[in-house]
């Protein structure tokens, strides 16, 4: 069932801060190194955030530091004997980017018992801004184990609200899309609105600003798995 609702590149971004998991949302913060390092940004920032997913089934962290268009993540799932890994390392340059992702993955063999896969998978991207639309991209390439995937992104910004729009077409699972709303109540709160038909998932949160000090807060709700939380931080 966990390999079922997670494919390999997380339809679920794991920061309450990314919508409904929208890639653009990440921009300029330590979480675009995971799918995205094209959106990494030049000041030094870290995020941190924890995510309990349908009624405790899941058990989601991410920690995640960028400095000068470079950036580093690690990314967990983890569910009784299931855990999911994700070493990230990411670098931008103008309106591209690179990046390297290690994933070692506690899985099922034919015989029944559990063993250890390593999957490397390499990242490219870009992205375009033309006032006030962003477009972004996002291939993942992991040779012959049929993992492969894009990622394909659109957002539309305004003075009172931000619109976020992905595409993610990965093998093996059927075309997805995410929506997100980024809602501008005050200089000071962000509120966050979104769907994600991937896994059926509605969410709604709050964004609080303080200076260079985010805090963020993510409920989500799941037709039959129940409903999950996320917190983070982020400077």
């Given at each position: 069932?966990?390999?079922?609702?997670?494919?390999?590149?997380?339809?679920?971004?794991?920061?309450?801060?990314?919508?409904?998991?929208?890639?653009?949302?990440?921009?300029?913060?330590?979480?675009?190194?995971?799918y995205s390092p094209q959106l990494l940004g030049k000041h030094l920032s870290f995020e941190f955030s924890y995510s309990s997913d349908f009624s405790n089934i899941l058990n989601r962290y991410f920690f995640g530091i960028q400095f000068y268009y470079f950036g580093f993540g690690w990314y967990s799932i983890k569910a009784d004997e299931f855990f999911e890994n994700l070493i990230a390392f990411g670098l931008s340059y103008k309106n591209l980017g690179i990046g390297i992702n290690l994933e070692p993955q506690n899985v099922l063999n034919s015989s029944g018992n559990m063993e250890t896969k390593f999957y490397l998978r390499g990242i490219l991207g870009f992205y375009k801004y033309i006032q006030p639309f962003w477009f972004s991209g996002s291939i993942l390439y992991e040779g012959n184990e049929g993992r492969n995937a894009g990622i394909f992104s659109f957002r539309y910004s305004s003075k009172n609200y931000d619109i976020f729009i992905d595409a993610l077409l990965e093998e093996n699972y059927p075309l997805s899309?995410?929506?997100?709303?980024?809602?501008?109540?005050?200089?000071?709160?962000?509120?966050?609105?979104?769907?994600?038909?991937?896994?059926?998932?509605?969410?709604a949160g709050i964004i609080i600003l303080s200076q260079k000090l985010k805090l963020a807060y993510q409920f989500k709700t799941h037709p039959f798995l129940g409903n999950s939380n996320s917190v983070g931080i982020s400077y």
């Open positions: 069932m966990i390999i079922t609702i997670f494919n390999f590149i997380s339809p679920l971004l794991p920061s309450p801060f990314s919508l409904s998991s929208n890639s653009l949302s990440t921009f300029s913060r330590p979480e675009a190194v995971l899309y995410a929506i997100g709303s980024l809602i501008k109540l005050h200089r000071n709160v962000n509120l966050i609105l979104g769907y994600n038909t991937s896994n059926m998932i509605f969410n």
